[in-house]
């Protein structure tokens, strides 16, 4: 392959990959908009609530609704970036990884939260994705991914501090799970 399908392609890439991402950020949007609308009938049916067994398929759900739009504010300020870092890798890669920590993040989350207590937000796969991006350089030992990994831990960092217990309201146990997710995906 010549230099110039290798660019064509890596152009493809870049442009499917930031749709990919502002298409998933872009549906959370509109179903905060139609939480709001319904008065949080989404909140009330989406989120997972741990330890009922009949919630279990929550795990695919929860990721999609929000407390409100300053939780979802925080976690789109950290989806795009990492989205679309992640589909560099293509999308059947962005699909595998994320479907990993979504069920991850959402097991911990109903096994690991207080009985009947409920959880909703995309940080778990926040935390799954940053993961990912940081660890999965020291499998493929791509310098590129290595280099991304560490400039990405240098950054970002902090932010697993997240998967400790800390703040009333802020699902650790989700966050570990997805963090959990990622390691196990990359």
Partial sequence: MDLRERTRQAGGRV???????AFFVALLWVVEIIDVITRHAVD??????????????????????????AHLIGNTALL??????????????AVQVSLLVMVC??????ALTPPHSATA???GIVFGWLTY???????????????????????FGYVLWGVLPGAQGVSWQGHLGGAAGGL???
Avoid at 15 to 21: E, K, L, Q, W
Avoid at 47 to 58: I, N, V
């Fill in 133 to 155: 991006l940081i660890v999965r350089g020291a499998w493929s030992k791509r310098w590129t991914e290595v280099a991304l990994g560490l400039a990405l831990l240098a950054m």
């Fill in 44 to 69: 009330r049916f989406a989120s997972l609530r741990a330890w009922e067994f009949t919630d279990l398929p929550s795990i695919f759900t929860f990721s999609f609704a929000h407390y409100g739009w």
């Fill in 80 to 93: 795009l970036p990492f989205g679309f870092l992640l589909g560099l890798s293509g999308r059947r890669v």
């Fill in 105 to 110: 993040s959402g097991l911990a989350a109903w």
């Fill in 184 to 186: 196990l995906s990359a």
């Fill in 15 to 21: 442009g499917s990959s930031a749709v990919d991402t």
């Fill in 121 to 123: 937000g995309a940080s």
